[in-house]
C-alpha cells in the first residue's frame, strides 16, 4: 500500500534500515525543536543519506524509542529504530527544519522458497562470524524466528558494508535481490576483516578495513 504523508526530514551521512537502531546526539537547535516536537507528539521523522549535497531519494522513518540523556542547554541523546522505508516527493523549507511530502513503499510479493529461506540462514552465519570477530553481542536464538525480509535489511545493515552501497539495498523492492547482493556484500567484509585482524596480529597490517578491502578487490 503506498501512503502519502508529511514528516520532519533529518538528512545524515548515514544509511537507515528498516528494524535498525541508531543513536543520535541531538545538538543543532532546529534538530532539538524537530525532536522536541517528535516527542511530544509520538511521531516518527525521516532520515536520508547526503552525501555531499546530494539528498538521496529514498529514507527511512525512524521512531525515538528511548532518551539516554537531556542535557542543560536541551540537547539530547537518544536510540532511534528505523521503521519504514519512503520515497521522498517534495521537500519543504517552512521550519526551522526541513519536512517531505513522502511516500512508504515496500517489496513486492515473493514466494519465501527453499532458496530464500537458504540465503537467509548464510546471512545471519555471516553476521555470527563477524560478530564474534569484531566483538558485537548479538542475540541469535532470536534470530533464529526472522523471516527473510527482516534477515535482508540486518544483512544490508551490517559493518563494513560502504554507505553506497547501503544505500543500493535500502532502495532494492526484492527481498532475494537484496538478500544475494547484502549476503554477497557481507561475506567479502567478513573475508577482510579476518585479514584484517591476523595482519594486526602480526604486526602486518595498519588494522584500516577500507585498504584491507581494497588491496584483496573486495570492493
Known amino acids: 500500500m503506498?501512503?502519502?504523508?508529511?514528516?520532519p526530514l533529518f538528512p545524515l551521512n548515514v544509511v537507515l534500515m528498516p528494524d535498525m537502531p541508531l543513536p543520535l546526539h541531538i545538538f543543532e537547535e532546529r534538530y532539538k525543536t524537530m525532536m522536541g516536537e517528535c516527542l511530544e507528539q509520538n511521531k516518527e521523522f525521516g532520515i536520508v543519506y547526503i552525501s555531499g549535497d546530494e539528498l538521496r531519494q529514498v529514507g527511512c522513518t525512524a521512531q525515538i524509542v528511548k532518551v539516554l540523556q537531556r542535557y542543560e542547554?536541551?540537547?539530547?541523546?537518544?536510540i532511534t529504530l528505523g521503521r519504514n522505508r519512503f520515497f521522498l516527493?517534495?521537500?519543504?523549507?517552512?521550519?526551522?527544519?526541513?519536512?517531505?511530502?513522502?511516500v512508504h513503499f515496500d517489496d513486492v510479493p515473493e514466494e519465501e522458497s527453499g532458496e530464500l529461506?537458504?540465503?537467509?540462514r548464510?546471512?545471519?552465519e555471516s553476521l555470527r562470524q563477524l560478530d564474534r570477530i569484531i566483538g558485537i553481542p548479538r542475540d541469535y536464538e532470536e534470530l533464529k524466528y526472522l523471516g527473510p525480509k527482516p534477515v535482508s535489511f540486518l544483512v544490508s545493515g551490517s559493518e563494513g558494508l560502504p554507505l553506497e552501497e547501503k544505500q543500493e539495498l535500502l532502495e532494492m523492492t526484492s527481498t532475494r535481490g537484496r538478500l544475494k547482493s547484502g549476503v554477497r556484500s557481507l561475506q567479502k567484509v567478513l573475508q577482510a576483516t579476518r585479514i584484517n585482524k591476523e595482519s594486526h596480529e602480526t604486526g602486518e597490517g595498519d588494522g584500516n578495513l577500507r585498504e584491507i578491502l581494497e588491496k584483496y578487490g573486495l570492493v
Open 122 to 124: 548464510k546471512g545471519i
Open 117 to 120: 529461506l537458504m540465503l537467509a
Open 2 to 7: 503506498y501512503l502519502e504523508t508529511i514528516l
Open 73 to 78: 542547554g536541551g540537547e539530547m541523546d537518544i
Open 89 to 102: 516527493e517534495e521537500v519543504y523549507d517552512r521550519k526551522s527544519y526541513f519536512e517531505a511530502k513522502i
